[in-house]
């Protein structure tokens, strides 16, 4: 066949630097947009998170930018997620990202910051108060009077800032506690958790050391709540609940008494435990309504009742029992008081083996599945995990 026109008789094909050329600037196009962009869950309507393509953040001075590897689910989620927990029952911005319980690697820090370095392994804690208002200087940053003001310096990871369900979180130096070897990410993210009791220890003015406590709701924080008590020396510890699996799971974490929180003498039990005369220490973990009045019946005279857990609507109780009897009635919001990094001591001996309360993990992508199956206790679902991918460089110890 004969070839006719100038074109066909003269053209040849690109040369092979010319295609590798183009196939390098490509790869480059692609990279750049990959360096400034990252995959996250964001809210939606109530009840709706959605995951997509967003910015990825750059750190300013004072901050550090983390390469998220493993995240939870706790019930402030569940209420983050159907818009309950803002004020106003709007989220702070139109593409926010929830998630307050993380761990990773660190990416980025900003130009002030010589505390970590990238490749440094770190847990979270949610709070950064504003460092300027009474209660901050005090050291109840959890309590601060600006709360919520983020022009102000206040921030709270996935709740008043965006959080760590996505593959890269934004935080303040001073919220990080780098994690030895010895403690896997899986470990670490429960480690916030256990920041919450141990604040809410912190906040009782008598050494937990010989004290009596009894814990109610055998949640994620009250079983880790029973273990830390055990921990620090309690001289006796009662946990209380409706789940017979989860009571049994306490035993195991330390508690020397269960019981069954439906029987109607369970109060009577609690306090016959502990002598006839009630706890020293009550900490109430379950968010129930419910709950407060036995608390108080479970309290000796002159001790102490913790709230941590939140509630679902407004509580009534007869807090003349707290009046007659002299129990001080106390509440924390989450961790406080550098309670973290205290945790982050006692896992680093050894002391808080809580990788048994991880029943669930998902990817990213499923994270729908994940409240699912938190909020329904699929499959007694207690502790649900979120793995995001992991570089082929990830230096991580086995979970």
Not at 120 to 139: I, S, Y
Not at 160 to 172: C, D, I, K, M, R
Not at 253 to 259: H, K, R, S, W
Not at 335 to 356: C, F, Q
Request: charged share 20%; net charge negative.
């Amino acid at each position: 066949m004969t070839m006719t026109g100038a074109r066909s008789a003269s053209w040849t094909p690109p040369s092979c630097s010319w295609f590798c050329e183009r196939v390098r600037k490509d790869a480059q196009t692609e990279d750049a947009l990959a360096s400034t962009t990252m995959t996250a869950a964001v809210l939606g309507d109530p009840g709706e998170i959605e995951v997509r393509t967003v910015p990825r953040p750059v750190p300013g001075p004072d901050e550090v930018l983390v390469e998220v590897r493993r995240a939870s689910l706790c019930g402030t989620d569940v209420k983050i997620r159907s818009h309950a927990f803002f004020d106003g029952g709007r989220p702070p911005s139109a593409d926010f990202i929830p998630g307050h319980e993380y761990a990773g690697v660190v990416a980025e820090v900003g130009s002030s910051v010589d505390e970590f370095a990238p490749g440094d392994r770190v847990v979270t804690e949610a709070h950064r108060g504003c460092m300027r208002c009474a209660n901050c200087l005090r050291g109840a940053y959890t309590d601060c009077l600006n709360y919520g003001d983020r022009s102000k310096g206040h921030r709270a990871q996935g709740m008043t800032v965006n959080g760590g369900f996505a593959q890269y979180a934004l935080n303040h130096v001073s919220t990080l506690t780098r994690l030895p070897d010895a403690v896997s990410f899986d470990e670490a993210v429960l480690l916030t958790t256990a920041g919450t009791v141990m604040h809410a220890f912190d906040v009782v003015p008598r050494m937990l050391v010989g004290a009596t406590v009894a814990v109610i709701g055998p949640g994620p924080i009250g079983l880790i709540a029973v273990k830390i008590a055990r921990e620090l020396g309690a001289a006796k510890v009662v946990l209380v609940g409706t789940r017979a699996e989860r009571l049994l799971i306490g035993t195991d974490l330390g508690a020397d008494m269960v019981v069954d929180g439906r029987l109607p003498d369970a109060v009577e039990r609690v306090r016959a435990a502990f002598g006839g005369v009630g706890a020293d220490i009550v900490l109430e973990c379950s968010g129930a309504a419910a709950a407060v009045d036995p608390a108080l019946l479970m309290c000796k005279r002159g001790g102490d009742v913790v709230l941590v857990g939140f509630f679902g609507a407004p509580v009534t109780a007869d807090l003349n029992r707290a009046v007659t009897s002299g129990i001080t009635l106390r509440t924390v919001r989450g961790e406080g008081s550098g309670s973290v990094a205290r945790a982050v001591a006692l896992a680093t001996r050894g002391r808080l083996p809580l990788g048994g309360l991880i029943t669930h993990r998902f990817p990213l992508e499923r994270i729908d599945e994940a409240f699912a199956t938190y909020i329904e206790r699929r499959g007694g679902a207690i502790k649900v995990m979120l793995d995001l991918p992991e570089p082929s460089s990830a230096d991580e110890r086995p979970a």
